[in-house]
């Protein structure tokens, strides 16, 4: 499975990076706004760092915004992935993207059959939001093994990239399941590193050390 991290962030992906666990970046217009930086900026930063698919996502709404957002960002850089939403148009814009060989990332997939209609307009990328689903009381996972089953099924080429992870179970998961990506924040990296009993062993070994003839 890849590990994307979802940030905009770029001390967080300097950090993530440096772990050697990183195979791309996510951002979304709402981790841009945190930055306090230009969203070009920000992915032209972001390129430099990781060489890897870098999703950034279009600021339109409508097919004709969104299409000229998308000619753009694939201009920025060969990595960058462009994200749209998943709406008729946001599907029309993937569907030109994918005619023209242009990667794409569909987001805000909350349902199965939307991530049927992605893959049917050839994105490269489905991003179901697994956080929000657990948010309002439904099971986020479920969405990721129905999309797996249904994407088998048809032998789709686009990839299960797990996104709105909250916590460490998300992640292993969609292991489990066999999602092609999980994409992360890095507070949640540093929480897949931890354990207890590795602490509490290694402080043992470290107290135990000293009682090593030198
Ligand atoms: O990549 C999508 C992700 O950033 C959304 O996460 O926590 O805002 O649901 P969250």
């Known amino acids: 499975m890849k590990f994307f991290i979802d940030t905009a962030d770029v001390n967080e992906i300097r950090e993530a990076t440096a ?3 990183i195979d ?44 000229r ?6 201009e920025v850089h060969a990595n960058v ?17 994918a005619n023209k060989g242009i990667a794409t990332n569909v987001t805000l997939c909350f349902s199965a059959n939307q991530a049927l209609l992605a ?7 489905i991003s179901p939001f697994v956080g929000r689903l657990d948010d309002v009381s439904e099971e986020g996972m479920d969405l990721i093994a129905k999309i797996v ?8 080429d686009t990839q299960v990239l797990v996104a709105s992870v909250r916590h460490p179970v998300h992640v292993l998961q969609s292991a489990l399941l066999g999602a092609d990506v999980c994409t992360i924040p ?29």
């Open 19 to 21: 772990l050697g666990l």
């Open 24 to 67: 791309g970046v996510t951002t979304n217009p709402s981790l841009v706004a945190k930055t306090g930086r230009k969203y070009l900026d920000v992915v032209r930063e972001i390129c430099e760092l990781v060489d890897g698919p870098i999703s950034a996502e279009v600021l339109a709404t409508d097919y004709d915004g969104m299409l």
């Open 69 to 74: 957002e998308a000619l753009a960002w694939h």
């Open 81 to 97: 992935v462009v994200k749209l939403p998943l709406t008729l148009d946001g599907l029309k814009v993937t569907r030109q993207c």
């Open 119 to 125: 893959a049917k307009a050839g994105a490269t990328y």
């Open 149 to 156: 089953a249904v994407y088998r099924n048809y032998d789709f």
């Open 186 to 214: 890095f507070k949640v990296i540093e929480q897949l590193v931890k354990h207890p009993l590795t602490d509490a062993g290694l402080a043992k070994f470290v107290e135990d050390s000293k009682k090593i003839p030198r």
